[in-house]
């Protein structure tokens, strides 16, 4: 590991003001070269601080060495069975199971990949109906703070005859172990929580709620899209049978991702493919396999599970020194703290809306108010509105969200532009 990213393993200091945009494209090449995931995103941004690493990450400059390699050379296909190029590529894709199967105390045979945590949580959740008719399970738990990936097909199994309960969460934003158990029923046949809430960052007790369904037949799926390789120990936990992975809320591209299927009792879920096609990964997701993204992803989880505990102190470091700076404004923050993944906060500056914030810190930062009272369409974010936060503070909510490598911004600025 060449990396001068691993040097610099924390950076939270403010902006120098010596970007100069002229430069930008040149340094930001210096950049890659280098490995130096923090000139990457310092360039990439200007003098704007990136922070919204909920929505995507940066490349890792180590994972796009991974991807290059087998987008330029080892350009086999997996699927070759009458030569080397085919065998080495069907290695890479092996390897990068090994890597994704390591992060959360799985076996290569568990990981099936996929386009990514949209595709996964589509399969975990329509591809257990037809066991559900066939078994007369048609009764499914999940909860009002899912992302529209879980929402949407939880829906979908509603329209097609399911019963679903939505659970609501508690006004600190997360599911109680005991509510999921309250729910269970004799003919439950899927519990689907996710593992960290992607607009408050809370963490959700999914070891809890596994401990709970304890030797319930319920299968239990985990939307990981937002804490696989972040928070390493509850995804271990044997009761979770299924689990969502995205590649690029890990510093790996967009468009890869993966799903899990652990075995209980020695039987895998039987889960049921939504694509028909080759039969590649085993029948369950047909299409020639994207090696170098596998490759990319595997990368990913691979530096993620060995980093992890840098990239969580680093990510502390920032949100304290992100909140101190913050304080003049008074924000009020949505989702407890104490239960919360270190790169993620959602607040609202009491008495000013989103719109107005963003506007005033357009030069500074980048944010997201996604996940707040749209403009276009007024509606809420369903998982503000599930916890009960008052709509006056619902209307300011912002998103931060950052990584290991990320900057901050000028804090000073973003209080005078908004008190000043
Ligand atoms: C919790 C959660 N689930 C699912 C997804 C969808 O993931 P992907 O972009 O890999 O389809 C996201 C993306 O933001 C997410 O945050």
Known sequence: MSSSSSKRSCSAGPADGDSNQENVTDRMVQSVLAHDTHAIMEHATGMVRYLDCAATTPVDPRVREEVLLYLDHEFGNAGSRTHDFGRRARNAVEAARDRVAAVVSASRGDVFFTSGATESNNLAILGLEEHGRATGRTHVITSRIEHHAVLEPMTELERRGFDVTWLDPTPGGWI??????????????????????????????????????????????????????????????????????????????????ALLLRRRNNERPPVKPLLLGGGQERGLRAGTLPVHQIAGLGKAAELALAEWPMRDRCCRAFRERLLEGLAPLAPVIHGDLERSLPNIVNLSIPGIDADTVMEAWSELVAVSDGAACTSASYTCSHVLSAMRVPEAQMSGALRFSWCHSSELPDLAAMVAAIDG
Do not use: C, W, Y
């Open 176 to 257: 109680e172990a005991d509510a999921v158990r309250d729910a269970l029923r004799p003919e439950t046949l899927l519990v689907s929580i996710m593992h960290v809430n992607n607009e408050t960052g809370v963490l959700q007790p999914v070891a809890d709620i596994a401990g709970a369904l304890g030797d319930h037949p319920a299968f239990f799926h985990v939307d990981a899209a937002q804490g696989f390789g972040k928070e390493v120990r509850s995804l271990a936990h044997k009761r979770i049978d299924l689990i969502s992975v995205s590649g690029h809320k890990i510093h790996a591209p967009k468009g890869v991702g």
